[in-house]
C-alpha cells in the first residue's frame, strides 16, 4: 500500500501562483509514475501533470508553459510549481503514483483562483 498526502491548495488571485506537494509513504517501488490530476465542479477528473521515475514528463495542453512537475525520488516527494493561473485552474488536485499496475490517489487539495 501507498499513502499519499498533499499539501499547499489554496485562494490566489488570477496570475498569481501555487506550488502543490505530495509526500508518498507506504511501499513504494522505484520505477513508478507520479501525476497530478484535477476536477472541477461537474466536471471529470483530468490529468494535469505526470512524471516517471526516469524524469519523463507529460502535460495537459491547458497547462502546457505554466506548470512543473518535478520530484525527488529519494525523498518519494513530488511538487506542482503552478504559475500564472487562471480561473479555469478551480479545482480539488489530486496526487496520484502508480506502480506494478495499481494507482494510489491522495485526498485531494483545493486550488481556488480568484478572477
Known amino acids: 500500500q501507498v499513502q499519499l498526502v498533499e499539501s499547499g491548495g489554496g485562494l490566489v488571485q488570477a496570475g498569481g501562483s501555487l506550488r502543490l506537494s505530495c509526500a508518498a509513504s507506504?511501499?513504494?517501488?522505484?520505477?513508478?509514475?507520479m501525476g497530478w490530476y484535477r476536477q472541477a465542479p461537474g466536471k471529470q477528473r483530468e490529468l494535469v501533470a505526470t512524471m516517471t521515475s526516469y524524469r519523463s514528463t507529460n502535460y495537459a495542453g491547458s497547462v502546457k508553459g505554466r506548470f512543473t512537475i518535478s520530484r525527488d525520488n529519494a525523498k518519494n516527494t513530488m511538487n506542482l510549481q503552478m504559475n500564472s493561473l487562471k480561473p479555469e485552474d478551480t479545482a480539488v488536485y489530486y496526487c496520484?503514483?502508480?506502480?506494478?499496475?495499481?494507482?494510489?490517489w491522495g485526498q485531494g487539495t483545493q486550488v481556488t483562483v480568484s478572477s
Open positions: 496520484t503514483e502508480y506502480q506494478r499496475g495499481a494507482s494510489y
Open positions: 507506504g511501499s513504494i517501488f522505484s520505477i513508478n509514475t
